[in-house]
């Protein structure tokens, strides 16, 4: 015969040599996944390590009683809510301020001695609402309105100009209190309820901290919003456990501007006129409010209260992929202001390094999720396959027992993550334990999917900054399911 | 049991066996292939990363449920009908009693206001969920 076995073998491929290309391209993708999985997987690690080893100190546990604040030295506690005044704010606002009322009714005369609230909006028909409704009650709630044509000395926008409003106001005396105080910052939709309250006001009647932050949670109107958009909060109560790590060892990675609370004095010294980056306003102003207060107090004067903060997730997944993407280039620009200041360049070597590599590394986990999610989706059925063919003793197993172990171990951390988080969202549902463990699961179900819409925001975000396109959009995230029908996203472009 | 609450068992029961699934593939069978150069019998495999696995879910529970103290539902605040802030009738706030244990009954602080439909929702006591 003119033609061998061996040639036509070559020539027609058969069921082995199928089999035998299918192991390549899982191998090569499995260590290309491996790669992204390790980088991101190191930082899970130190979530759990603050899960598992400081959880009694991430909330505080122990509840407080109005009889054991009146033991302590109290101080004044401004609750501050900052908002645009767009549609939808109203509502949650004062369910936020309702929840704060609550409590000082508990004890009118006490809790009337050092609480209050201070909403500065941009609507004066929101100002006089709450005025009007809140005048006789127990509690001072204040209503500012940023003028329109309010200017800070460094040009200042979006929210931090409203905010610097407010500090320009106080430092003029404006319900200036006597004796030491601290801003409790608030968003739009922040609830704090009044066992937390009182665990906080405890707490800062004994810090000396002078910038503080406390875990929060995303269970308000939570069945009224997008499934994806709640898996993808049910990241987040598990990120907070690295925000008490970074909060107690005072270098700022991070810093949310809800749930913060600083001291007065402090934060009137520092202020909010970060100004603005090649003209572009930055769109993360607690961030680089932290980096400032870094600078100016040091690693000694920030904390963590443990006291949590109740919001509510985006509606949409639109609403939450424009959130995450202004998180990612507003860090951005944090990062890119941090390394033309003077006083960044002064700070020790290893320092710099830690605060500036640390938060590369923070972003770069964020975007590197979109390639190695949307592997591990492509790829997951042939590594399911193979894995399944190596147990029957069909094959040799997809890639070495170590980095199976470890591959396992990523995937028990990364949903671990999810239970955690949407355990603690749910835990504030007025839903039959059987439901709450329902939407447990189904957000570990819709998990694959939500992690790869988030993180192509983010991924979208870098990819962005890199290629030069640093023009900033800030639209708030609507607060009501209505409100965030109504946006026009292209508007704020 | 009522039919709407064995429906909702039912679901539950759904989504906890496909959350299982999903475990399995991610991080159940990986488990099995890691330690099978060591037990070399696959079902001997599947059946410690089973177990492992469960003993992780019980242990981040354990630490959960330490770590949730006083969670109870919390108001929501919804408008009956869409639109601008347009201020609403508003009602003075009224002063209520106060319960020993420190909790605010909600329930006394109703707002018929229509706009908002708050405080009513919360069923606060003295005894956690």
Known sequence: MWWRSSDLHLSVPTIADEHARLLTLVRFGGWFLIAGLTIIGVRMLSYYRSFIFHSDRYRQLVEVDTAMLKMKAVPKIKIQITTRGSDGSTEVIRRGIDHVLSLATEDPAFYGSFLSVEVVTESTEQAELFNDRY????????????????????????????????????????????????????????????????????????????????????????????????????????????????????????????????????????????GHLDGQPFIAEDYVFGLNAFLAGGPQAFGWHGSVMLEQPPFSVRSARKQRHRWIVGVLQGMAMLGRMAEFRELDWRLRQRLIWGTRYRVACFALSAPVGALSLALMPLFLTQTVRTLQGRGPAPLPAPVMAWIALVGVMWLGTLLIGAWYNVAYLDRPRSEKLAEIGRCLLIAPVAGLLESTAGFAAVIEWLLGQRQVHWQPTPKTKAADSAVDWAAGR | MSPRRFTAGARAAAYAGAAILLTTFYCGLPLALAIRPVLRNSALCLLVASISLLLATVWIVRILRRTTPTARPVATYRRPTSGDNSPAPLLAWRPVAVPQMGFQRAEEVADTDAWTIPLPRIRWSSQPH
């Not at chain 1, 979006?158 to 409003?165: E, S, V």
């Not at chain 1, 430092?171 to 066992?195: I, K, M």
């Not at chain 1, 949670?217 to 008490?244: D, F, N």
Request: include cysteine; aromatic fraction near 8%.
């Open chain 1, 135 to 274: 005048a006789g009650t127990p509690l001072s709630v204040d209503a500012l309105v940023l003028p329109a044509s309010y200017v800070t000395p460094n040009g200042t926008q979006l929210k931090a100009r409203a905010l610097h409003y407010v500090v320009e106001q106080r430092r003029r005396g404006w319900n200036h209190r006597p004796g030491r105080t601290f801003v409790v910052h608030y968003d739009e939709e922040s609830v704090l309820e009044p066992g937390e309250l009182r665990k906080l006001i405890a707490l800062l009647a004994d810090t000396d901290k002078k910038i503080l932050e406390g875990p929060i949670y995303y269970p308000l109107e939570y069945l009224e919003t997008s499934i994806l958009c709640r898996a993808m909060e049910a990241i987040r109560p598990l990120a907070c456990y690295e925000c008490r790590h970074v909060m107690e060892h005072g270098v700022p990675l991070h810093l949310h501007g809800s749930n913060l609370v600083i001291e007065e004095e402090f934060e009137n010294d520092l202020g909010w006129d970060i």
